[in-house]
């Protein structure tokens, strides 16, 4: 396995795959690697050639600082991690070779963006739809694996790809959990033993409006006052959102028919969590 640090090198290991005629398959990352991460790269090992991993702490979607400079690093650990998941290349650039001085271009999506997280994160998704965009255009994959996880951002990356044409194939897999159901997230690790317990809550909320749906209940508003009471009862959280929203359009849904995604953005302490499931009528 490689490890590359510069953009001009990865663009001449992935002309020889080129070369070479083998595909390339991409699993971008902000590190701190787990089982979710990992899923993602077994995929990509099995669907393709060549298996790219980046590593980058991406800055600007980082709404504060503190988030930012809290965030996990384990880069050796990563790099056993992705040896052992058979992976070819790690990419791990500087913030100086992503971000030069003078850097000032950003691929900013319109209303996909504003929904969900976008209401609270300003920002946010503009750093992520410019550091997509950066790594595919250094890369170009052909295809680019995401979780569920981040329903709205793999949303916000399909539209971004259909919208500025880049011929690369979007894969969104599901969300990997914890026995009791948290969602695995490089996150969680900032949570006390007595919050990652109570943090069950927040799949336990979207398990009730499964039930809730599968016992034919449609109001809307009656499924999440269901939902931000398991949540409420928890010390320490504060709901950012619960919402019930449209598939395709993220906006929230007024009734519920065919797909609905239950979306949940909440804070255990002071670690912000975000989840999510596909409900069906
Ligand atoms: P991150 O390093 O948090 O930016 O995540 C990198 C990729 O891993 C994103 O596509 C995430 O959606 C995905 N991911 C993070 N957590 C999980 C999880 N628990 N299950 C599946 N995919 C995940």
């Known amino acids: 396995m490689d490890v590359v640090r510069s953009i001009d090198e990865i663009r001449l290991m992935v002309k020889a795959v080129r070369d070479r005629d083998s595909s390339i398959g991409f699993v971008p990352t902000m590190g701190a690697l787990h089982e ?3 899923s993602l790269m077994r995929r990509a090992r099995k669907e393709c050639g060549e298996l790219i991993v980046s590593i980058f702490v991406n800055l600007i979607q980082f709404d504060s600082g503190d988030d ?3 965030y996990p690093h384990q880069l050796e650990t990563d790099i056993e991690i992705a040896d052992k998941e058979d992976v070819d290349i790690v ?4 913030r100086e070779e992503i971000y030069p001085e003078g850097f000032c271009t950003f691929v900013e999506q319109g209303e996909l963006a504003e ?3 976008g209401k609270m994160r300003p920002g946010h998704f503009r750093g992520v739809t410019t550091i997509v965009t950066k790594l595919f255009n250094i890369i170009g994959p ?3 694996y995401f979780g569920q996880k981040d329903y709205q951002q793999s949303e916000i990356i399909k539209r971004l790809v259909q919208d500025l044409n880049m011929d690369v194939n979007i894969e969104v897999l599901p969300v990997i959990r914890e026995k009791d159901g948290l969602a695995l997230s490089s996150r969680n690790s900032h949570l006390n033993a007595v ?3 109570n943090a069950r809550c927040i799949y336990d909320a979207l398990l009730k409006a499964r039930s809730m749906i599968e016992a034919n209940e449609r109001g809307v508003g009656e499924i999440i006052n269901e939902m931000e009471k398991i949540i409420n009862l928890v010390p320490n959280s504060k709901i950012d959102y619960v919402s019930l929203v449209d598939p395709d359009t993220l906006d929230d849904v007024s ?3 065919g797909r609905v995604v239950a979306a949940v953005a909440v804070w255990i302490g002071s670690t912000r969590l975000i ?3 596909m409900l069906e009528a």
């Open 255 to 257: 009734s519920i028919t």
């Open 115 to 117: 929904r969900l997280c």
């Open 36 to 38: 979710g991460h990992m």
């Open 142 to 144: 052909d295809r680019a």
């Open 275 to 277: 989840d999510n499931i």
């Open 195 to 197: 919050e990652r317990s």
């Open 68 to 70: 930012l400079a809290a």
């Open 91 to 94: 990419f791990v650039p500087s």
